[in-house]
């Protein structure tokens, strides 16, 4: 790779960690090209990307975006997941790659500009998908005025109750 095409990776990965809002960094050392094949397709059926590349071509794009967080962990072989949409879809495939895969080997993270391990990578893949997330806090966020609404409606309620037996007793004297 020339000085040209070094460049133009550095600026085509910042570019895409300045968009980013998950990126994880993985050890693939000792998964073969048919595995990592594997896993790149999984990755690119949810809108990521994983791509293999030196660590001083990691540490110069990192420079100005929150992946400088973990720029001392580009160590060894390293590739990087990227994700621009919803977190817990590539950290469910990674986890789940790892555990078939013994080689790979999650090793930091940046979320939103907080710096992660794997740890906490595998707690975001216990979460549910972004949108049912969004439509539990709905439903939760509905159930407060529901609620409200429900009790405010009691006491009229009672009242007519009150007025209905008031009258009845009345009637029966």
Same mark, same amino acid.
């Given at each position: 790779?020339?000085?040209?095409? /070094?460049?133009?990776?550095? #600026?085509?990965?910042?570019?895409?960690? %300045?968009? !980013?809002?998950?990126?994880? @960094?993985?050890?693939? /050392?000792?998964?073969?090209?048919?595995?990592?094949?594997? +896993? &790149?397709?999984? +990755?690119?059926?949810?809108?990521? $990307?994983?791509?293999?590349?030196?660590?001083?071509?990691?540490?110069? !794009? %990192?420079?100005?975006?929150?992946?400088?967080?973990?720029? $001392?962990?580009? @160590?060894? =072989? %390293?590739?990087?997941?990227?994700?621009?949409?919803? =977190?817990?879809?590539?950290? /469910?495939?990674?986890?789940?790659?790892?555990?078939?895969?013994?080689?790979?080997?999650? +090793?930091?993270?940046?979320?939103?500009?907080?710096?992660?391990? !794997?740890?906490?990578? /595998?707690?975001?893949?216990?979460? =549910? =998908?972004?949108?049912?997330?969004?439509?539990?806090? +709905?439903?939760?966020?509905?159930?407060?005025?529901? %609620?409200?609404? &429900?009790?405010?409606?009691?006491?009229?309620?009672?009242?007519?109750?009150?007025?209905?037996?008031? #009258? $009845? @007793?009345?009637?029966?004297?």
């Amino acid at each position: 790779m020339n000085l040209q095409q /070094k460049k133009e990776v550095v #600026k085509d990965l910042q570019e895409r960690f %300045s968009k !980013a809002v998950f990126v994880v @960094q993985t050890d693939y /050392k000792g998964l073969n090209v048919d595995k990592i094949n594997v +896993l &790149r397709k999984q +990755l690119k059926e949810n809108h990521i $990307d994983y791509q293999v590349v030196k660590n001083t071509l990691l540490k110069r !794009a %990192s420079d100005g975006t929150d992946v400088a967080l973990i720029k $001392d962990n580009f @160590q060894g =072989p %390293s590739a990087v997941v990227i994700a621009y949409e919803d =977190p817990v879809a590539p950290a /469910k495939v990674l986890t789940a790659f790892a555990k078939e895969n013994q080689n790979l080997q999650i +090793l930091a993270g940046v979320l939103r500009g907080k710096v992660i391990d !794997a740890t906490d990578v /595998k707690a975001i893949s216990e979460l =549910p =998908p972004r949108d049912v997330l969004l439509g539990q806090m +709905l439903a939760t966020m509905n159930a407060v005025p529901t %609620s409200f609404v &429900r009790v405010l409606n009691k006491v009229p309620e009672g009242l007519v109750n009150v007025l209905t037996a008031i #009258k $009845d @007793q009345k009637e029966a004297a």
